[in-house]
């Protein structure tokens, strides 16, 4: 039996840090995970709704998350800032709007600030919406992940490996299909891996891409 474990969770504490960060009681601690999950969803939709995006893709990295008592502070790493920052202090002010009225929190502030990244083909989850676009546009499967990792190469990284399960290219039988480049050590600890799954919704069914980015060895 293979026995997988979530690369970011295998190496917290050592070269991998939390995406949020705050502390509550544990009859709370629910709740919290529960407006987390809704934060991130409210700035993807946002995102999705507001921006007409060519290619499909957000270029949002992570959304980081620190909580206080009187404010939520998120931080939102994109590869493409161009999307939220033209027109820029009104965009990211009706986003907070948007956020607040999610959460329906009176007594908290929520402030938002966008980082630019610099390599972003460099993240796992910006290359899965790549790739999901291009599965979308009904490209072949073997052609989005090469280029993805064309794309990957620019980004100056050690090694990668992409995985696409389901019905690829409409087949009857789901199967599972990847490839790899360079060195990606799942088993070492001290290894950075950046790690995202994906779900992309096509005409014949769900698939799911996995990617493993290996950046630098600590």
């Not at 009176?106 to 290359?127: A, D, E, Q, S």
């Not at 490996?161 to 070492?188: N, S, Y």
Request: hydrophobic share 40%; aromatic share 8%.
């Amino acid at each position: 039996m293979g026995q997988k474990i979530n690369p970011l969770g295998f190496r917290l504490g050592t070269t991998q840090s939390h995406h949020s960060i705050w502390f509550a009681q544990p009859k709370n601690y629910s709740e919290g995970l529960q407006e987390d999950q809704k934060i991130r969803d409210c700035i993807k939709n946002y995102i999705q709704k507001k921006m007409k995006i060519p290619s499909g893709v957000e270029g949002i990295a992570r959304i980081e998350i620190q909580k206080r008592i009187d404010l939520i502070q998120v931080i939102i790493y994109m590869g493409f800032p161009k999307v939220l920052i033209e027109g820029r202090t009104r965009r990211i002010e009706e986003l907070q709007m948007a956020v607040q009225k999610e959460l329906n929190c009176v007594n908290r502030k929520v402030n938002i600030t966008i980082t630019r990244i610099t390599n972003p083909y460099g993240h796992p989850n910006i290359l899965a919406e790549f790739i999901a676009g291009q599965l979308k546009n009904r490209v072949s499967f073997r052609k989005a992940m090469k280029k993805a990792i064309e794309l990957t190469e620019q980004a100056d990284t050690k090694g990668i490996q992409v995985q696409i399960a389901g019905r690829i290219d409409g087949k009857e039988i789901a199967r599972v299909e990847w490839i790899r480049e360079g060195r990606v050590p799942l088993q070492t600890i001290r290894a950075k891996i950046d790690y995202c799954c994906y779900t992309v919704r096509t005409i014949y069914g769900v698939l799911g891409i996995k990617i493993w980015i290996f950046i630098e060895e600590e």
